[in-house]
C-alpha cells in the first residue's frame, strides 16, 4: 500500500465549478506539501502545512493531523487550473532519510471552458 | 535569480552509452535532489545531498551516481544505460528539509 494516496486520479470540472482534491497519509509526518505541475512539465510548490488551513489566492489547502487527512480546494475553477495536482509528505523525523519527500501519483484535473 | 536549472531538456541514448545531467541551482541551498517521474507514478528519490561533499542514496539509486563538490552543482551519472531508466528526471533544492522545494524544469531521457 501506498503511504501517500491521492484521490480522484482524474477529474474533469467544468469552468466556475468547487474543485475538492484529496491526499490521505499512513506515516507520522512533519509537514505536508501540495505541488502543481503543469501540463508542460515544470513542478511548482503551491503549500507546505503542518496544521490548519492555508489560503493562497483561489486555492485553500486544509489538513487533519489526527485523521492523516489533506484537502486541496479550488474555487471559481479556470481552465489555466488544468493541472497535475501532488501531494507529498515528510516524514516526522528528520534523520537520514527520513526527513525526505513521499509523493503521491498526482490528480489529474482538466478545467472546461 | 535563474533558480534551479537542468541541462539538457531532452536527451535520447543507446543501450549502454553514458551521460551526465547537470543541476544548478544559485539559491544557496544546502540540500538538492534528483526525482525520476515515470508515467502514472509519483516522483522517486533517486539521490540527494545536504550540503557539498555529502550525497546518499534515495529509493531508487540502482544505475546512477551523483557528486557534490560545490553547492551549487549536483550533477546525476547514468553508467551503462538501460531502457528501464527511460524517465523523466526533476532535480530539486531547498534550505532545510522543513522548506519547500524548488523543482528545475526537467530532462526527458529515453534509452532505446
Known amino acids: 500500500k501506498n503511504e501517500v494516496e491521492q484521490s480522484p486520479q482524474n477529474l474533469t470540472a467544468q469552468e466556475g465549478e468547487f474543485i475538492t482534491i484529496n491526499c490521505s497519509y499512513s506515516?507520522?509526518?512533519?509537514?505536508l506539501h501540495w505541488l502543481q505541475q503543469h501540463p508542460g512539465g515544470g513542478i511548482v510548490s503551491l503549500f507546505m502545512l503542518s496544521s490548519g488551513k492555508k489560503k493562497h489566492g483561489r486555492l485553500i489547502a486544509t489538513i487533519n493531523i489526527q485523521e492523516k487527512h489533506s484537502s486541496l480546494h479550488i474555487t471559481a475553477s479556470h481552465p489555466r487550473d488544468s493541472a497535475v495536482y501532488i501531494c507529498?509528505?515528510?516524514?516526522?523525523?528528520?534523520?537520514?532519510?527520513?526527513?525526505?519527500?513521499?509523493f503521491g501519483k498526482g490528480t489529474k484535473l482538466s478545467v472546461k471552458p | 535569480n535563474a533558480g534551479v536549472t537542468q541541462t539538457p531538456k531532452f536527451r535520447i541514448l543507446k543501450i549502454g552509452q553514458s551521460m551526465t545531467l547537470q543541476c544548478t541551482q544559485d539559491?544557496?541551498?544546502?540540500?538538492m535532489y534528483w526525482y525520476r517521474q515515470d508515467p502514472g507514478m509519483g516522483l522517486k528519490l533517486i539521490y540527494y545531498s545536504v550540503g557539498a561533499g555529502i550525497t546518499d542514496k534515495g529509493e531508487v539509486p540502482n544505475g546512477y551516481n551523483v557528486s557534490r563538490s560545490t553547492t551549487e552543482d549536483f550533477p546525476l551519472r547514468l553508467e551503462l544505460a538501460a531502457p528501464s531508466q527511460t524517465s523523466v528526471y526533476f532535480c530539486?533544492?531547498?534550505?532545510?528539509?522543513?522548506?519547500?522545494?524548488?523543482f528545475g524544469p526537467g530532462t526527458r531521457l529515453t534509452v532505446t
Open positions: 539559491m544557496n541551498h544546502n540540500y
Open positions: 530539486a533544492s531547498t534550505w532545510t528539509r522543513s522548506y519547500e522545494q524548488y
Open positions: 506515516v507520522g509526518i512533519s509537514a
Open positions: 507529498a509528505v515528510s516524514h516526522m523525523n528528520y534523520g537520514g532519510s527520513q526527513g525526505n519527500l513521499i
